[in-house]
C-alpha cells in the first residue's frame, strides 16, 4: 500500500479515535476541510449541514458514544470504513427528549482525502434499526 493510502487511514483514525471516542472536537480542523462535502442515503435519520455540527449535535444526544473500527481498506484518495458503535441518548435527538436508552449502530463510511484532510464523505448507517431502538418508530 502506498504511503499516501497509509497517511490517509491515518487521519480516518483519527476521526473515529480522537474525534469521537475521545471527543477532541479541536482536531476536526486538522483532519478535515470545512465543509466536508456530505452523500446521505434517504433514510438517513440525522443529515447536518456540517461535520462541526454533526460532531456539537451528536454529543448532545449520546455523550458517550463510543466507536469501534471493524475494517478499512484504502485505495486512490479514498478510505472506507466499517464501524460500529455503542452509546446512551441522554439527551434531545431529532426534537425528541431524552430516552435514557443504550443504542448500538453500525454502518460503512467512506472518505474522500485531499492533501491530508478530509473533504467529502458517503455515509451509511442504519437509521431505522437506531429509531426503532429509540421507540421513535415500531419495530
Known sequence: ??????KNKEVVRRYWFELWNEK?????DEIALDPVTFHFPGGQA???PTLH???????IAF????????????????VVSRWSYVAT????FLGRPATQLKVTDQGIDIFRLEDGK??????????????????????
Not at 500500500?1 to 497509509?6: A, C, G, H, K
Not at 477532541?24 to 476536526?28: D, M, Q, T
Not at 455523550?63 to 479514498?78: C, I, R, W
Not at 441518548?89 to 434531545?92: F, Q
Open 1 to 6: 500500500m502506498s504511503t499516501l493510502q497509509e
Open 63 to 78: 455523550p458517550d458514544v463510543h466507536f469501534q473500527l471493524h475494517e478499512e481498506l484504502a485505495e486512490g484518495d479514498k
Open 89 to 92: 441518548n441522554t439527551g434531545e
Open 118 to 139: 478530509i473533504v467529502e464523505m458517503w455515509v451509511a448507517q442504519d437509521s431505522l434499526g437506531l429509531l426503532q431502538q429509540l421507540g421513535v418508530l415500531p419495530e
Open 53 to 59: 455540527k454533526w460532531f456539537e449535535t451528536a454529543l
Open 24 to 28: 477532541k472536537g479541536e482536531v476536526l
Open 46 to 48: 440525522h443529515q447536518p
